[in-house]
């Protein structure tokens, strides 16, 4: 049964650690600058770290169906997201930890059977071990590498908030073990590499791993070297990078045996007239997603390009003796165009367009087309902003929708 003081009792809960490490006499405990984290703790014996964080976003939305005039105005308001983040090492610099806990209602949502019909709190709980030169291991819940706008931290994207392409096509995060290794193929040419094998089932899942695994494997080429304090995975060129530089990302995720419509995300698909519990049974198909995508940033100037694609080994569910269930894979893709400029240090215009094509065969679906306009201000940088767009959404060329939206974003 979710409980309404849950989230409370975390925040005491964070508070009594914090005070029990300072009657522990760490040896440092101090206030970094704003953006940085609330509050620092090392060690006396150095054998630990910890930093932690908060932020939250306010979101205004108001939308309007454009068929006729704009009519069926809707309006709302809410807590978009709400986190606490700790990060630091354990016992040794080359075992990193970070923890991500979502506060919000639209953070802990998702509760099922599943998930223990709980509240989803934690977003990562993740383990990063070096264990020899650029050999890092990662063990825990994180975000898959999948599309880079979802890798992307929520708290420093360009727009109020991602695109179609990542709500349609992302893998999200999930349950399992990464490797990740660099090199470099001349003095300025870097390439990264990521291989993930996950459960499959999506972030929280607490009764047994359904289907088969998930493998995803991603390569980054960097020919200018890499970006000025991770910009590659930052909206905007807030550095206002003064070389040209530019990440070109190759992913393919295989999810053997999914049983959710959209890889590890998506609706459960279930056959023979069963439905959510113990009893339930699913329907079962390979599917496959390949993403590509940009990152190019010079002196204030951004562009980030994204292409999705999803497919299955046999899209339509089908009961056990052989009857269509009515579910089916979303099956299709997904393209992301985006820019911005900096009119100041602290001023940036940004544009975006995204398609959405499904393959209308199988999912009956038309085509989505999306354009937007933004502005935002960063009063200190990603850490505190005040952004705005307008959207206009044609789905299936027959149905327009406006948006507007206004979000204040601020990162402890």
């Known amino acids: 049964m979710k409980s309404p003081i849950l989230p409370k009792v975390v925040l005491c809960a964070c508070l009594c650690i914090y005070l029990s ?80 806990l979502g506060l919000s209602n639209r953070d802990q949502s998702g509760g099922s059977y ?32 999948g599309n880079r706008e979802r890798v992307i931290s929520s708290a420093n994207l360009q727009q109020v908030n991602r695109s179609l392409l990542n709500s349609r096509f992302t893998i999200d995060r999930d349950m399992g073990i990464q490797l990740r290794h660099k090199f470099n193929l001349s003095e300025n040419f870097v390439v990264k590499e990521i291989f993930s094998i996950a459960q499959g089932e999506g972030r929280n899942v607490t009764r047994g791993n359904v289907g088969g695994h998930q493998y995803t494997t ?28 530019l990440s070109l990302g190759f992913a393919y995720d295989f999810n053997n045996d999914a049983v959710k419509n959209r890889s590890n995300q998506g609706s459960y698909m279930y056959i023979n007239g069963t439905s959510e519990g113990s009893s339930a049974e699913f329907y079962q198909t390979n599917i496959s997603t390949v993403f590509i995508d940009a990152m190019y940033k010079h002196k204030g100037f951004s562009f980030m390009a994204e292409y999705a694609n999803r497919d299955a080994k046999h899209p339509f569910a089908k009961n056990s003796d052989g009857s269509l269930t009515g579910d089916e894979v979303q099956v299709g893709n997904g393209l992301n165009l985006q820019t911005g ?13 995204t398609n959405i094509s499904y393959d209308k065969n199988i999912t009956g679906k038309g085509a989505e087309n ?17 952004q705005t767009d307008v959207s206009y959404t044609d789905i299936g060329f027959n149905t327009n929708q406006l948006l507007y939206r206004l979000q204040v974003d601020i990162h402890f």
């Open 21 to 100: 490490f300072l009657n522990l006499n760490a040896q440092e405990t101090n206030a970094p600058k704003f953006g940085k984290g609330l509050f620092n703790l090392v060690g006396k014996d150095s054998t630990f770290t910890m930093k932690v964080g908060l932020r939250f976003q306010t979101l205004a939305t108001s939308q309007w169906d454009a068929d006729n005039g704009l009519s069926n105005q809707s309006t709302s308001m809410l807590i978009r997201r709400s986190r606490l983040k700790f990060d630091g090492f354990a016992f040794s610099p080359k075992l990193k930890y970070k923890v991500e």
């Open 114 to 145: 599943y998930t223990h019909d709980s509240p989803r709190y934690i977003l990562d709980a993740v383990l990063k071990w070096n264990f020899s030169g650029n050999f890092v291991l990662w063990f825990g819940q994180t975000k898959l590498p």
């Open 218 to 245: 991603r390569v980054e080429l960097f020919p200018f070297g890499e970006f000025t304090s991770k910009g590659d995975y930052k909206g905007s060129d807030l550095k206002f990078e003064q070389k040209p530089k």
């Open 341 to 353: 400029y900096l009119l100041s240090k602290t001023v940036e215009l940004s544009g975006r367009y």
């Open 370 to 386: 999306q354009y937007t306009l933004g502005l935002s201000k960063y009063i200190a940088g990603h850490s505190l902003k005040v």
